[in-house]
């Protein structure tokens, strides 16, 4: 009994291949069907394809020889009476393979919306763009606005030349235009009458500025706060005028409120009799008190 058991058993397993072969076989065929026919599909999109772009490129494939000549191509002209008197059309670019017009599109009438309506085929591209060429009389005169201006630059240039030069005259615009004269009563601009009594005033020697005893730039340096005397009184009420050695002053500019009392302590020499340092705005003066004649000087001495 047991041995028939085991006889069935394995009977049974012997058949179950058998069986299943055929079923799976027939499976695996339909794939491989299906397979083959999604590719053959495939394949014949990808030909169709293909063949849609040679149509489509086909006009646009002639070798040189093939290509139409000049007169066969079309022609971009101007509207009638466009270009006008004096201007030329810039010649058309040809670049690639064809033709192309110089021309670009309306950007205000784009995607259709031309102002002839809402169809593109109403659009007419416009003429070339159009270059001003000046007649040659415009040219005449571009050439002499550049050398007039050419010419009112070296003007320029030798009127600066001529002002660095001291020996040259100052011209009109800058010399003052009240003269200073000599007035018996004060004014602006005047100096006073010279004296005429037989004084006769000392000798004042400027060689003073070589000693380095009277350093008084590198004393004013080293102390900054002792040449600042602040505000000055006019006693005219005239202004700053610079003053040069040789010139008079009226007797309010070297009154005994502006005399520098002790000079050393501004690292000046000390004023012979009859001279006297004064104050004159932020000027330093020498002044001789018979007459009034400036005898020294140093401007910006003060601040």
Do not use: C
Not at 134 to 154: M, N, T, Y
Not at 275 to 281: D, Q
């Amino acid at each position: 009994m047991r041995k028939f058991l085991i006889s069935l058993l394995l009977a049974g397993a012997a058949a179950t291949p058998a069986i299943a072969g055929p079923h799976d076989w027939s499976d695996r065929q339909s794939a491989q069907e299906d397979r083959q026919s999604a590719r053959e599909d495939r394949q014949s999109a990808r030909e169709d394809r293909q063949s849609a772009r040679q149509e489509s490129a086909q006009p646009h494939q002639q070798s040189r020889g093939d290509r139409p000549d000049n007169a066969n191509r079309p022609q971009f002209s101007a509207p009638g009476g466009y270009a006008p008197q004096g201007r030329f059309q810039q010649p058309a670019f040809t670049g690639g393979g064809g033709e192309r017009a110089n021309v670009r599109s309306d950007r205000g009438n784009f995607d259709g919306r031309f102002a002839g309506g809402n169809s593109a085929s109403n659009y007419a591209a416009p003429g070339p763009r159009m270059v001003e060429v000046p007649s040659a009389q415009g040219r005449a005169q571009l050439r002499q606005q550049r050398i007039d201006q050419r010419d009112v630059r070296q003007q320029g240039f030798r009127d600066a030349r001529d002002l660095r030069q001291s020996s040259r005259p100052l011209p009109n615009v800058m010399r003052d235009r009240h003269p200073l004269v000599v007035s018996d009563t004060p004014r602006p601009g005047t100096q006073p009458p010279l004296v005429r009594d037989g004084h006769h005033s000392g000798h004042w020697d400027t060689n003073w500025r070589h000693s380095g005893r009277y350093d008084w730039q590198n004393y004013r340096h080293r102390h900054h706060s002792l040449f600042h005397l602040g505000f000055y009184y006019d006693p005219y009420g005239w202004g700053y005028q610079p003053f040069s050695i040789g010139w008079r002053l009226w007797s309010g500019y070297y009154g005994q409120r502006y005399w520098i009392n002790d000079p050393w302590m501004y690292r000046l020499p000390y004023a012979p009799p009859g001279y006297v340092w004064v104050r004159y705005w932020n000027d330093a003066l020498l002044v001789d008190t018979f007459t009034g004649t400036v005898v020294d000087m140093i401007p910006g001495f003060f601040w």
